[in-house]
Protein backbone atom coordinates (compact mmCIF):
# COMPACT_ATOMS: atom_id res chain seq x y z
CA UNK A 1 0.00 0.00 0.00
CA UNK A 2 1.42 3.59 -1.14
CA UNK A 3 1.20 5.97 2.01
CA UNK A 4 2.27 9.67 2.25
CA UNK A 5 3.73 11.60 5.34
CA UNK A 6 2.54 14.89 4.77
CA UNK A 7 6.17 16.52 5.84
CA UNK A 8 8.88 18.04 4.50
CA UNK A 9 11.24 17.39 7.64
CA UNK A 10 13.63 14.27 5.93
CA UNK A 11 14.89 13.47 9.32
CA UNK A 12 11.28 12.81 10.72
CA UNK A 13 10.40 10.68 7.31
CA UNK A 14 13.02 8.66 7.80
CA UNK A 15 12.77 7.81 11.17
CA UNK A 16 8.97 6.83 10.47
CA UNK A 17 9.70 4.67 7.43
CA UNK A 18 12.28 2.78 9.62
CA UNK A 19 9.62 1.33 11.85
CA UNK A 20 6.63 1.00 9.43
CA UNK A 21 5.84 -2.45 8.43
CA UNK A 22 7.18 -3.60 4.85
CA UNK A 23 3.84 -3.51 3.17
CA UNK A 24 3.65 0.30 3.80
CA UNK A 25 5.40 1.98 0.42
CA UNK A 26 5.94 5.08 2.46
CA UNK A 27 6.40 8.44 0.39
CA UNK A 28 7.24 12.37 0.99
CA UNK A 29 5.81 15.32 0.00
CA UNK A 30 8.76 15.57 -2.30
CA UNK A 31 8.24 11.44 -3.34
CA UNK A 32 4.44 13.07 -4.96
CA UNK A 33 6.04 15.70 -6.47
CA UNK A 34 3.99 18.45 -4.15
CA UNK A 35 6.87 21.36 -2.95
CA UNK A 36 5.07 23.69 -1.09
CA UNK A 37 4.36 23.86 1.95
CA UNK A 38 0.69 22.99 2.83
CA UNK A 39 -0.74 26.35 4.68
CA UNK A 40 -0.79 25.54 8.17
CA UNK A 41 -4.42 27.60 8.91
CA UNK A 42 -6.44 25.78 11.22
CA UNK A 43 -7.38 26.84 14.59
CA UNK A 44 -6.30 23.82 16.28
CA UNK A 45 -3.24 21.21 16.67
CA UNK A 46 -5.55 18.57 15.48
CA UNK A 47 -7.26 20.95 12.98
CA UNK A 48 -3.93 20.81 11.03
CA UNK A 49 -3.11 17.34 10.65
CA UNK A 50 -6.42 17.09 9.38
CA UNK A 51 -6.02 19.66 6.91
CA UNK A 52 -2.59 18.23 6.02
CA UNK A 53 -3.91 15.06 5.24
CA UNK A 54 -6.89 16.89 3.74
CA UNK A 55 -4.89 18.33 0.81
CA UNK A 56 -2.64 15.66 -0.27
CA UNK A 57 -6.17 13.67 -0.39
CA UNK A 58 -7.67 16.33 -2.69
CA UNK A 59 -5.14 16.90 -4.82
CA UNK A 60 -2.71 13.67 -5.64
CA UNK A 61 -5.53 11.08 -4.35
CA UNK A 62 -3.26 9.52 -2.46
CA UNK A 63 -3.69 7.63 1.40
CA UNK A 64 -1.88 9.48 3.39
CA UNK A 65 -1.45 10.77 7.67
CA UNK A 66 -0.09 13.97 8.73
CA UNK A 67 0.80 15.16 12.05
CA UNK A 68 1.02 18.75 14.29
CA UNK A 69 2.31 19.40 17.58
CA UNK A 70 2.19 22.03 19.98
CA UNK A 71 2.68 22.97 23.84
CA UNK A 72 -0.77 23.58 25.44
CA UNK A 73 0.30 25.67 29.18
CA UNK A 74 -2.58 25.30 31.47
CA UNK A 75 -2.66 28.42 33.00
CA UNK A 76 -2.44 30.28 30.04
CA UNK A 77 -6.04 29.47 28.22
CA UNK A 78 -4.19 25.85 26.99
CA UNK A 79 -1.74 28.72 24.57
CA UNK A 80 0.56 28.67 22.53
CA UNK A 81 -1.42 25.96 21.34
CA UNK A 82 -1.22 25.36 17.42
CA UNK A 83 0.56 29.15 17.47
CA UNK A 84 3.72 27.10 19.26
CA UNK A 85 5.88 27.72 16.74
CA UNK A 86 4.89 31.03 15.82
CA UNK A 87 4.10 32.47 19.18
CA UNK A 88 6.66 35.07 19.37
CA UNK A 89 5.72 36.04 15.68
CA UNK A 90 6.46 34.32 12.20
CA UNK A 91 9.63 33.62 12.44
CA UNK A 92 9.77 30.06 14.64
CA UNK A 93 12.25 31.55 16.35
CA UNK A 94 12.13 29.12 19.85
CA UNK A 95 14.37 31.53 21.83
CA UNK A 96 12.08 34.51 21.26
CA UNK A 97 8.80 31.98 21.90
CA UNK A 98 10.60 30.82 25.03
CA UNK A 99 11.04 33.78 26.54
CA UNK A 100 7.82 35.25 25.23
CA UNK A 101 6.43 31.93 27.23
CA UNK A 102 8.59 32.46 30.37
CA UNK A 103 6.90 35.89 30.84
CA UNK A 104 3.46 35.40 30.34
CA UNK A 105 3.64 32.39 32.78
CA UNK A 106 5.90 34.18 35.53
CA UNK A 107 2.63 35.68 37.76
CA UNK A 108 0.99 31.93 37.56
CA UNK A 109 2.29 28.90 40.56
CA UNK A 110 0.52 26.11 38.59
CA UNK A 111 3.08 25.94 35.85
CA UNK A 112 1.59 22.64 34.46
CA UNK A 113 1.57 21.59 30.41
CA UNK A 114 1.35 19.60 28.21
CA UNK A 115 2.70 18.54 24.84
CA UNK A 116 0.56 17.06 22.22
CA UNK A 117 1.04 15.55 18.92
CA UNK A 118 -1.82 15.05 16.72
CA UNK A 119 -1.88 12.49 13.48
CA UNK A 120 -4.49 12.42 11.11
CA UNK A 121 -4.58 9.29 9.10
CA UNK A 122 -6.67 8.83 5.96
CA UNK A 123 -6.96 5.86 4.18
CA UNK A 124 -9.93 4.76 1.22
CA UNK A 125 -11.33 3.03 3.86
CA UNK A 126 -11.05 4.67 7.11
CA UNK A 127 -9.66 8.07 8.19
CA UNK A 128 -9.05 8.68 12.28
CA UNK A 129 -6.25 10.24 14.56
CA UNK A 130 -3.71 9.36 16.90
CA UNK A 131 -3.13 11.63 19.76
CA UNK A 132 -0.03 11.56 21.82
CA UNK A 133 -0.31 13.29 24.94
CA UNK A 134 2.97 14.49 27.31
CA UNK A 135 2.49 15.97 31.10
CA UNK A 136 4.77 18.18 32.40
CA UNK A 137 5.70 21.42 33.71
CA UNK A 138 7.20 24.82 32.15
CA UNK A 139 10.85 25.22 34.39
CA UNK A 140 11.57 28.95 34.97
CA UNK A 141 15.10 28.75 33.49
CA UNK A 142 16.55 26.70 30.40
CA UNK A 143 18.52 23.58 30.59
CA UNK A 144 20.19 21.71 28.27
CA UNK A 145 20.95 21.51 24.39
CA UNK A 146 19.22 19.29 22.83
CA UNK A 147 15.86 18.38 21.03
CA UNK A 148 14.60 22.03 19.40
CA UNK A 149 11.42 24.38 20.62
CA UNK A 150 10.36 24.27 23.75
CA UNK A 151 12.53 21.40 24.33
CA UNK A 152 14.82 23.52 26.99
CA UNK A 153 11.91 24.10 29.50
CA UNK A 154 9.58 21.16 29.27
CA UNK A 155 10.04 18.94 32.15
CA UNK A 156 7.63 16.13 31.52
CA UNK A 157 6.03 14.35 35.13
CA UNK A 158 8.05 12.11 36.98
CA UNK A 159 11.49 13.02 35.81
CA UNK A 160 13.80 15.79 36.65
CA UNK A 161 15.22 16.67 33.30
CA UNK A 162 13.80 18.95 30.59
CA UNK A 163 13.56 17.36 27.43
CA UNK A 164 16.65 19.17 25.84
CA UNK A 165 18.70 17.32 28.86
CA UNK A 166 17.30 13.64 27.40
CA UNK A 167 18.77 12.05 24.58
CA UNK A 168 16.46 11.90 21.73
CA UNK A 169 15.45 8.04 22.49
CA UNK A 170 14.89 8.70 26.16
CA UNK A 171 12.24 12.11 24.63
CA UNK A 172 11.03 9.83 21.98
CA UNK A 173 9.95 6.68 24.28
CA UNK A 174 8.43 9.05 26.57
CA UNK A 175 7.51 11.95 24.67
CA UNK A 176 4.09 12.97 22.61
CA UNK A 177 5.35 12.64 19.16
CA UNK A 178 6.70 9.05 19.98
CA UNK A 179 3.46 7.94 21.56
CA UNK A 180 1.64 9.13 18.75
CA UNK A 181 3.78 7.56 16.21
CA UNK A 182 3.20 3.74 18.21
CA UNK A 183 -0.50 4.16 17.83
CA UNK A 184 -0.31 4.57 14.15
CA UNK A 185 2.68 1.86 13.76
CA UNK A 186 0.56 -0.16 15.49
CA UNK A 187 -2.81 0.43 13.66
CA UNK A 188 -0.97 0.05 10.27
CA UNK A 189 0.58 -2.95 11.37
CA UNK A 190 -2.56 -4.77 12.08
CA UNK B 1 -25.04 29.37 11.89
CA UNK B 2 -27.07 25.59 11.66
CA UNK B 3 -24.94 22.36 12.73
CA UNK B 4 -25.91 19.28 13.54
CA UNK B 5 -25.08 16.76 16.01
CA UNK B 6 -24.86 13.65 14.81
CA UNK B 7 -27.01 11.85 17.35
CA UNK B 8 -30.37 10.39 17.71
CA UNK B 9 -30.13 10.08 21.61
CA UNK B 10 -32.76 12.91 22.18
CA UNK B 11 -31.17 13.40 26.51
CA UNK B 12 -27.53 14.01 24.65
CA UNK B 13 -29.13 16.00 21.97
CA UNK B 14 -30.91 18.56 24.67
CA UNK B 15 -28.34 18.93 27.11
CA UNK B 16 -25.76 19.52 24.45
CA UNK B 17 -28.29 22.25 22.73
CA UNK B 18 -28.42 23.81 26.05
CA UNK B 19 -24.58 24.39 26.28
CA UNK B 20 -24.13 26.03 23.23
CA UNK B 21 -23.81 29.77 22.17
CA UNK B 22 -26.77 31.22 20.82
CA UNK B 23 -25.74 32.02 17.34
CA UNK B 24 -25.56 28.22 17.12
CA UNK B 25 -29.13 26.73 15.42
CA UNK B 26 -28.16 22.98 16.81
CA UNK B 27 -30.15 20.23 14.72
CA UNK B 28 -30.18 16.72 14.75
CA UNK B 29 -30.41 13.73 12.64
CA UNK B 30 -34.15 13.48 12.67
CA UNK B 31 -34.24 17.01 11.86
CA UNK B 32 -32.60 16.65 8.57
CA UNK B 33 -34.58 13.74 7.68
CA UNK B 34 -31.87 11.00 8.91
CA UNK B 35 -33.71 8.43 10.15
CA UNK B 36 -31.29 5.34 9.39
CA UNK B 37 -28.49 4.73 12.72
CA UNK B 38 -25.32 5.80 10.59
CA UNK B 39 -23.10 2.44 10.68
CA UNK B 40 -20.04 2.94 13.36
CA UNK B 41 -18.21 0.53 11.38
CA UNK B 42 -14.21 2.23 12.04
CA UNK B 43 -11.41 0.77 14.01
CA UNK B 44 -11.09 3.18 16.32
CA UNK B 45 -13.31 5.69 18.52
CA UNK B 46 -12.17 8.34 16.93
CA UNK B 47 -12.52 7.12 13.23
CA UNK B 48 -16.41 6.66 14.26
CA UNK B 49 -16.85 9.84 14.93
CA UNK B 50 -15.11 11.03 11.87
CA UNK B 51 -17.40 8.61 9.77
CA UNK B 52 -20.84 10.04 11.57
CA UNK B 53 -19.74 13.73 10.55
CA UNK B 54 -18.52 12.53 7.52
CA UNK B 55 -21.41 10.55 7.16
CA UNK B 56 -23.66 13.73 7.65
CA UNK B 57 -21.43 15.58 5.12
CA UNK B 58 -21.27 13.95 2.77
CA UNK B 59 -25.48 12.99 2.07
CA UNK B 60 -26.52 16.64 3.59
CA UNK B 61 -24.02 19.01 2.95
CA UNK B 62 -24.62 20.10 6.59
CA UNK B 63 -21.69 21.47 8.97
CA UNK B 64 -21.78 18.67 11.99
CA UNK B 65 -19.98 16.96 14.97
CA UNK B 66 -20.55 13.73 16.29
CA UNK B 67 -19.22 11.44 19.21
CA UNK B 68 -18.10 8.36 19.86
CA UNK B 69 -16.81 6.96 23.10
CA UNK B 70 -15.19 4.14 24.15
CA UNK B 71 -13.12 2.14 27.56
CA UNK B 72 -9.74 1.53 26.79
CA UNK B 73 -8.28 -1.35 29.36
CA UNK B 74 -4.41 -0.92 29.71
CA UNK B 75 -3.59 -4.61 30.26
CA UNK B 76 -6.32 -5.53 27.27
CA UNK B 77 -4.50 -3.80 24.93
CA UNK B 78 -6.69 -1.06 25.53
CA UNK B 79 -9.59 -3.29 24.76
CA UNK B 80 -12.74 -3.28 24.32
CA UNK B 81 -12.27 0.41 22.65
CA UNK B 82 -14.42 0.84 19.75
CA UNK B 83 -16.21 -2.16 20.86
CA UNK B 84 -17.06 -1.05 23.83
CA UNK B 85 -20.70 -1.26 23.61
CA UNK B 86 -20.54 -4.94 21.76
CA UNK B 87 -17.71 -6.71 23.72
CA UNK B 88 -19.85 -9.61 24.63
CA UNK B 89 -21.65 -9.52 20.93
CA UNK B 90 -23.62 -7.50 18.86
CA UNK B 91 -26.38 -6.37 21.53
CA UNK B 92 -25.32 -3.92 23.42
CA UNK B 93 -25.50 -6.13 26.85
CA UNK B 94 -23.90 -3.97 29.50
CA UNK B 95 -24.14 -6.57 31.88
CA UNK B 96 -22.92 -8.90 29.62
CA UNK B 97 -20.15 -6.47 28.41
CA UNK B 98 -19.09 -5.81 32.24
CA UNK B 99 -19.29 -9.54 33.12
CA UNK B 100 -16.67 -10.27 30.09
CA UNK B 101 -14.36 -7.59 31.14
CA UNK B 102 -14.25 -8.59 34.48
CA UNK B 103 -13.58 -12.29 33.50
CA UNK B 104 -11.17 -11.01 30.83
CA UNK B 105 -8.80 -9.28 33.23
CA UNK B 106 -8.94 -11.00 36.61
CA UNK B 107 -5.24 -12.21 36.16
CA UNK B 108 -3.84 -8.89 35.92
CA UNK B 109 -2.74 -6.84 39.04
CA UNK B 110 -2.74 -3.81 36.43
CA UNK B 111 -6.37 -2.47 36.58
CA UNK B 112 -5.74 0.68 34.72
CA UNK B 113 -8.27 1.85 32.04
CA UNK B 114 -9.76 4.83 30.95
CA UNK B 115 -12.88 6.23 29.05
CA UNK B 116 -12.05 8.39 25.87
CA UNK B 117 -14.71 10.39 24.15
CA UNK B 118 -14.29 11.43 20.44
CA UNK B 119 -16.18 14.11 18.89
CA UNK B 120 -15.07 15.27 15.03
CA UNK B 121 -16.07 18.62 14.09
CA UNK B 122 -16.68 19.70 10.49
CA UNK B 123 -17.25 23.28 9.88
CA UNK B 124 -16.92 24.57 5.93
CA UNK B 125 -13.75 26.39 7.45
CA UNK B 126 -12.28 23.67 9.36
CA UNK B 127 -12.39 19.89 10.37
CA UNK B 128 -11.00 19.23 13.92
CA UNK B 129 -11.49 16.97 16.95
CA UNK B 130 -11.44 16.86 20.65
CA UNK B 131 -10.55 14.17 22.99
CA UNK B 132 -11.70 13.76 26.44
CA UNK B 133 -9.92 11.38 28.50
CA UNK B 134 -10.83 10.02 32.20
CA UNK B 135 -8.37 8.17 33.50
CA UNK B 136 -9.21 5.23 36.60
CA UNK B 137 -9.64 1.93 37.04
CA UNK B 138 -11.66 -0.94 37.11
CA UNK B 139 -12.70 -2.43 40.05
CA UNK B 140 -13.29 -5.85 40.93
CA UNK B 141 -17.07 -6.30 41.98
CA UNK B 142 -20.04 -3.70 40.38
CA UNK B 143 -20.99 -0.78 42.61
CA UNK B 144 -23.91 1.69 42.00
CA UNK B 145 -27.05 2.32 40.32
CA UNK B 146 -26.19 5.12 38.24
CA UNK B 147 -25.28 5.87 34.18
CA UNK B 148 -25.17 3.01 32.23
CA UNK B 149 -22.39 0.74 30.59
CA UNK B 150 -19.80 0.38 32.42
CA UNK B 151 -19.96 2.97 35.32
CA UNK B 152 -20.73 0.58 37.96
CA UNK B 153 -16.93 -0.81 37.78
CA UNK B 154 -15.18 2.32 36.35
CA UNK B 155 -13.67 4.31 39.32
CA UNK B 156 -11.97 7.45 38.09
CA UNK B 157 -8.26 8.29 39.66
CA UNK B 158 -8.80 10.53 42.72
CA UNK B 159 -12.02 9.43 43.68
CA UNK B 160 -13.51 6.37 45.85
CA UNK B 161 -16.74 6.24 44.07
CA UNK B 162 -17.33 4.46 40.83
CA UNK B 163 -19.26 6.69 37.98
CA UNK B 164 -22.35 4.87 38.73
CA UNK B 165 -22.12 6.02 42.46
CA UNK B 166 -21.73 9.42 41.39
CA UNK B 167 -24.50 12.12 40.45
CA UNK B 168 -24.60 12.61 36.56
CA UNK B 169 -22.80 16.26 37.44
CA UNK B 170 -20.37 14.87 39.20
CA UNK B 171 -19.68 12.75 36.30
CA UNK B 172 -20.17 15.35 33.75
CA UNK B 173 -17.65 17.84 36.02
CA UNK B 174 -14.78 15.03 35.74
CA UNK B 175 -15.89 12.67 33.16
CA UNK B 176 -14.56 11.88 29.53
CA UNK B 177 -17.47 13.45 27.49
CA UNK B 178 -18.13 16.30 29.61
CA UNK B 179 -14.35 17.39 28.89
CA UNK B 180 -14.96 16.79 25.15
CA UNK B 181 -18.27 18.66 25.02
CA UNK B 182 -16.39 21.61 26.92
CA UNK B 183 -13.67 21.71 24.44
CA UNK B 184 -16.46 22.13 21.68
CA UNK B 185 -18.33 24.31 23.28
CA UNK B 186 -15.52 26.51 24.12
CA UNK B 187 -14.16 26.03 20.33
CA UNK B 188 -17.55 27.32 19.30
CA UNK B 189 -18.33 30.07 21.21
CA UNK B 190 -15.26 31.80 20.20
Known amino acids: MKL ?4 HNTNKF ?8 KHIELLSLTDIGCKEDIPETA ?24 DDTGLEVKALNNEPGVYSARYAGNSND ?3 NIKKLLKNLE ?9 KTAIALNLEQEDTMFLGI ?14 FGYDPIFQPA ?5 FAEMTLQQKSEIGHRGKAMRQLIDYLSK
Not at 4 to 7: H, M, S, Y
Not at 43 to 66: D, H, P, Q, S, W
Open 4 to 7: VFAT
Open 14 to 21: IEVKAMLP
Open 43 to 66: KTIEGNAILKANYVRENYNLNCFA
Open 94 to 96: SSA
Open 107 to 115: DFNDRSARF
Open 134 to 147: CEGVIVKELRGESG
Open 158 to 162: GFNKT
